[in-house]
C-alpha cells in the first residue's frame, strides 16, 4: 500500500464512495415509502391498534418478548401470537400473570383494564398482519 | 501526557468502568434468570434487568468515547481543549442523568416513569435500547452537542489529522443519528425501518470509524510507525465499513414489513461488512510487527490487536454466520443474534475503549506505562474477559442452534417455552463462563490498584 496509492487518494474515495453509497441508500429508502402501503397494514391503523401500540411500549413488553423477531428473546414472539393463540387467550392470559410456578420464567401483570386489553389485541392483530415475507417459519414463531 | 487539559478524560475513564461492572452485575441476574426463572421476581423483572444491561453498555461506551476524545484531540490539533471545564461540567451532567435514569428503570414502574416523563407528549420510550425517557433522550442530545461544540471549536484551532477528522466525523454521526430515536410512528413497520438508523447505523456504520480512529491513535503512538501509513490505513478501513454497512443495513428488513429486494441488497452488501473487519486485524498485527520502537505499555498493545481479532470473529465471522437472507430466515431473533451481540460489541467496542484507557491512563497518572506487575496482572484480565466471552458465544450458539432446530425447522415444531427448557444445559455453562467474565473485570479493576516500579515518567 504504498507507492502511487498516496492518502490523499485514500481520502478522496473515502469521501466520494460514502457519498455515493449514502445516496443510493437514501434513493432505496425513498423506494421503500412508496412501496410500504401495499405490505405494512396501514389501512388498519384504528384509533385501538395506535392505543395498543403505546400500552405495548409503556409496559416495555419488548423487554422480554420479540415483535417480528426484534427485541428480547426470553420469552415468546408475540407477531404471530394472535393467530397462535386468539383473542380470548391473550386477554385471560395477561390477566392471569405471574403463574407463580416455581422456577419458571415469569411475566408481570400490568393490571390493565378490559378496554385497554382490548387495544392491545388489536394491536397484535395488527401486526400479525403486516407482510413479513411469510416470516416466522411456522406458528410457534 | 503533553497537554494539561488532556487530564479531563481520566473521570470519564473511571466512570466508564465503574458503569462496565454494573452492567455485567445485571448480566449474571439475566443469565440467572433465564434458567432460574422466578430469581429476584418481581423485584427486578427480566426486562427491567435488560434495561439496566444495554443502557449501561450504551452509557459507558459514550464515556469511554468522550474520554477519548478528550485525550486524543488536544495531542493530535496539538493544542490545549478549547474548554477544560465545560468538559467537566458535562461529565457531571451526563452521569447524573445516567444515574437518575438507572434508578428510574429500579425503583418505578416503567409505565408510571413513562407518564411522569412526557411520554404523553412525545412517545419515544419502550423500544429496544431505546427505553429512556424523554428527558434522559434531551439530555443525551444536549451532552453531545456541547461536547461536540467543544471538541470541534479544539480541531478548529489546532492541527486537523485524519485521526482527529474521522474521529470528528464519527461522533457527529452518533449524534445525527441517534435523532432518529425520536421519530416513533403508530406504523410499526416505520418504526422498525428507522429504529435501525440508530442501532445498525450506529454499530456498523458511524461507531467504525470512531473504533478505527482510536485504534490508529494508538497504534501510532506505541508502534512508532510513520503517521502517513497508519492514516492511508485508516481511510481504506472507514471506506471499506461505509460502503458495505449502509446498504448493508438491508440484513434487518428482510421480515418486518419492508419490500422484498432488501433480501438482495442486504445479504450482498452485508456479506462484504467482514471486510473493513478483516483489514483492521491485518492493520494493527502489520503495524505491530513493524514497529520502530518497543513501547513500555505491553498490555495496551496486547488490547489493541486483541480488538482486531475479536471485533473481526464477533462482528465479522459470527455477523456472516446469520447475514445472508435465507439464513436469517431462521436464526432472525434467536440465541444466535445474542451470541453475535455479545462478541461483536465486546471486541470492537468495548475493547477498543479499553485499548485507549489501558494506554491513556498510565500517561495521565504520570508515567509512561504500568509496573511490570500491574501489567501482568491487566493481561490476565485481558485474557480471562477474552475467554470467557468466546465462551459465552460458543455456548449461546449451541442453545441458539439447537433452538432454530427444534421450534423452527422440524416437521414437529416446539413451543418457545419447551424448546428453552431443552437448551438449558447451555444457559447454565453461559451463566458459567459469565461468572469467569465477572472474574476477569474484577482483576481488571485490581490492577488499577498494583504498586511496583512504574516505567519512567512520560513527556
Ligand atoms: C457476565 C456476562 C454477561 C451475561 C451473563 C450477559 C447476559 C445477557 C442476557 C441474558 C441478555 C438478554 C438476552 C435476551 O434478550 O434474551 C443480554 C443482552 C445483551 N448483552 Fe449481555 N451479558 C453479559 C455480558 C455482556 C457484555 C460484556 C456485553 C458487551 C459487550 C453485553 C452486551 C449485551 C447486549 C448488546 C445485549 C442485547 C443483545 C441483543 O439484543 O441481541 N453483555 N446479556
Ligand atoms: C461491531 C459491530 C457490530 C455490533 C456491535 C453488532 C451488534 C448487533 C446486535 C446487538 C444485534 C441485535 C440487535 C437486536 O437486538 O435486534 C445485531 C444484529 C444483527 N447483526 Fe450485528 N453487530 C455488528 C456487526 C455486524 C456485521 C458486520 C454483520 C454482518 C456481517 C452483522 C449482522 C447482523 C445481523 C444479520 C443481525 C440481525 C440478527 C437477527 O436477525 O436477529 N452485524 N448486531
Ligand atoms: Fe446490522
Known sequence: MSGIFSKAMARNIFYGGTVFFFLLFLALVYDTERELPTRDNRQNLSAEVIAGKKIWETRNCIGCHSLLGEGAYFAPELGNVYPRRGPEFIKAWMQSQPTGAPGRRQMPNFHLSDEELDNLVAFLKYSSEINTANWPPNIEG | ?459
Not at chain 2, 459507558?60 to 477544560?84: D, I, K, N, Q, R
Not at chain 2, 461536547?147 to 452518533?174: D, E, H, P, Q, Y
Not at chain 2, 442453545?399 to 417455552?417: E, K, N
Not at chain 2, 444457559?427 to 479493576?445: P, S
Open chain 2, 1 to 459: 501526557m503533553q497537554y494539561k487539559s488532556q487530564a479531563v478524560a481520566m473521570p470519564y475513564f473511571i466512570a466508564a468502568i465503574g458503569l462496565f461492572v454494573g452492567q455485567i452485575i445485571f448480566g449474571l441476574i439475566m443469565g440467572l434468570q433465564y434458567v432460574v426463572g422466578d430469581f429476584l421476581f418481581p423485584e427486578i423483572p427480566f426486562n427491567v434487568a435488560r434495561m439496566v444491561h444495554t443502557n449501561l453498555l450504551i452509557v459507558w461506551l459514550l464515556f469511554g468515547f468522550m474520554g477519548a476524545a478528550y485525550y486524543l484531540v488536544p495531542e493530535e490539533t496539538e493544542t490545549e481543549l478549547y474548554s477544560p471545564k465545560l468538559a467537566l461540567i458535562l461529565f457531571w451532567v451526563f452521569l447524573v442523568a445516567g444515574a437518575l435514569t438507572v434508578l428510574g428503570y429500579l425503583f418505578v414502574p416503567y409505565a408510571t416513569l413513562a407518564q411522569a416523563t412526557g411520554n404523553d407528549l412525545l412517545a419515544t420510550m419502550g423500544r429496544e435500547f431505546l427505553e429512556q425517557p424523554l428527558p434522559t433522550k434531551l439530555g443525551i442530545v444536549v451532552v453531545a452537542l456541547a461536547f461536540l461544540f467543544n471538541i470541534s471549536m479544539t480541531m478548529l484551532k489546532g492541527r486537523k489529522t485524519a485521526i482527529s477528522m474521522v474521529l470528528l466525523l464519527g461522533l457527529w454521526g452518533l449524534a445525527i443519528f441517534f435523532l432518529f430515536s425520536f421519530y416513533n410512528p403508530h406504523n410499526l413497520v416505520k418504526d422498525k425501518f428507522y429504529w435501525w438508523f440508530v442501532v445498525h447505523l450506529w454499530v456498523e456504520g458511524v461507531w467504525e470509524l470512531i473504533l478505527a480512529a482510536l485504534l490508529a491513535f494508538v497504534l501510532i503512538k506505541v508502534t512508532g510507525v510513520d503517521r502517513e501509513v497508519i492514516e492511508k490505513w485508516l481511510y481504506v478501513i472507514i471506506t471499506l465499513a461505509l460502503v458495505t454497512g449502509i446498504i448493508g443495513t438491508g440484513h434487518h428488513y428482510y421480515w418486518i414489513g419492508a419490500p422484498e429486494y432488501w433480501q438482495w441488497w442486504g445479504s450482498i452488501f452485508s456479506a462484504l461488512e467482514p471486510i473493513p473487519f478483516f483489514a483492521m486485524t491485518v492493520f494493527a498485527f502489520n503495524m505491530v510487527n513493524r514497529r520502530r520502537r518497543e513501547h513500555p505499555n505491553k498490555a495496551a498493545v496486547l488490547w489493541a490487536l486483541g480488538t482486531g481479532v475479536m471485533a473481526f470473529l464477533g462482528a465479522g465471522v459470527w455477523g456472516f454466520l446469520h447475514t445472508l437472507a435465507p439464513v436469517n430466515f431462521y436464526t432472525h431473533g434467536t440465541q444466535i443474534t445474542a451470541a453475535h451481540g455479545h462478541m461483536a460489541f465486546y471486541g470492537a467496542y468495548v475493547m477498543v475503549v479499553i485499548t485507549i484507557i489501558s494506554y491513556a491512563m498510565p500517561l495521565l497518572r504520570g508515567r509512561a506505562a504500568n509496573s511490570e506487575k500491574a501489567q501482568v496482572l491487566e493481561m490476565w484480565s485481558f485474557w480471562l474477559m477474552t475467554i470467557a466471552m468466546v465462551f459465552i458465544t460458543l455456548f449461546l450458539t449451541a442453545a441458539g442452534i439447537l433452538q432454530v432446530w427444534l421450534q423452527r425447522v422440524s416437521d414437529t415444531p416446539m413451543s418457545f417455552m419447551t424448546a428453552q427448557d431443552q437448551v438449558a444445559l447451555f444457559y447454565w455453562m453461559r451463566e458459567w463462563a459469565g461468572v469467569v467474565f465477572f472474574i476477569g473485570l474484577l482483576t481488571y479493576l485490581a490492577s488499577f490498584f498494583v504498586k511496583g516500579e512504574a516505567k519512567a515518567v512520560a513527556s
